[in-house]
T-cell receptor, first 115, second 115 residues
Framework: QQQVKQSPQSLIVQKGGISIINCAYENTAFDYFPWYQQFPGKGPALLIAIRPDVSEKKEGRFTISFNKSAKQFSLHIMDSQPGDSATYFCAASRDYGGSQGNLIFGKGTKLSVKP | DAGVIQSPRHEVTEMGQEVTLRCKPISGHNSLFWYRQTMMRGLELLIYFNNNVPIDDSGMPEDRFSAKMPNASFSTLKIQPSEPRDSAVYFC?????????????FGDGTRLSIL
């Protein structure tokens, strides 16, 4: 119940295309869903996050779509650029009565954007 | 603005040796996390501290692993004795108080190789 399942493992997209990464969870108590971006040799960095009270959040070219009934959420990268090539992790955590719980990470998706 | 600082960046040592990884969190952050990243298991939380106190160490693989946070600006993760299966990238992350969902800021990691 604590798992977050992420797909695909790897993704190749042409420059200008749309990259889509999907995640699914089981624990309905999760209430915070961030996406982290990791470049080689660096630590993960928060990209964008969403709460389940909204179905979509957009920041620039990055959009999270959230489907509470299906317990799924996805990251869309519009107009993908070679600089977006990185590994992307979805994650989830829950609120323990006012104190946030630990992040549970998906296994990651390695995105390559071809010029 | 200094981020999370980890040292060393790379460590190569022989099986059986003691390994000590170090972390300096971002000033003002009172939550600190140690993660291990491998291809097989992804990002796993080992332990986290709140106000220098270990709160949850359920992710520590076995007694060979120990972590300390003697003050708000320093933490160590020690492996003694080390084994080849401990080879991984170890990340330290810090965040603001956990009464709301705060982003975790990761260091660039220590790449550990046990021969």
């Amino acid at each position: 119940q604590q798992q977050v399942k992420q797909s695909p493992q790897s993704l190749i997209v042409q420059k200008g295309g749309i990259s889509i990464i999907n995640c699914a969870y089981e624990n309905t108590a999760f209430d915070y869903f961030p996406w982290y971006q990791q470049f080689p040799g660096k630590g993960p960095a928060l990209l964008i996050a969403i709460r389940p009270d909204v179905s979509e959040k957009k920041e620039g070219r990055f959009t999270i779509s959230f489907n509470k009934s299906a317990k799924q959420f996805s990251l869309h990268i519009m107009d993908s650029q070679p600089g977006d090539s990185a590994t992307y992790f979805c994650a989830a955590s829950r609120d323990y009565g006012g104190s946030q719980g630990n992040l549970i990470f998906g296994k990651g998706t390695k995105l390559s954007v071809k010029p | 603005d200094a981020g999370v600082i980890q040292s060393p960046r790379h460590e190569v040592t022989e099986m059986g040796q003691e390994v000590t990884l170090r972390c300096k969190p971002i000033s003002g952050h009172n939550s600190l996390f140690w993660y291990r990243q491998t291809m097989m298991r992804g990002l796993e939380l080992l332990i986290y501290f709140n106000n220098n106190v270990p709160i949850d160490d359920s992710g520590m693989p076995e007694d060979r692993f120990s972590a300390k946070m003697p003050n708000a600006s320093f933490s160590t993760l020690k492996i003694q004795p080390s084994e080849p299966r401990d080879s991984a990238v170890y990340f330290c992350a810090s965040s603001l108080p956990r009464d709301t969902h705060q982003p975790q800021h990761f260091g660039d990691g220590t790449r550990l190789s046990i021969l």
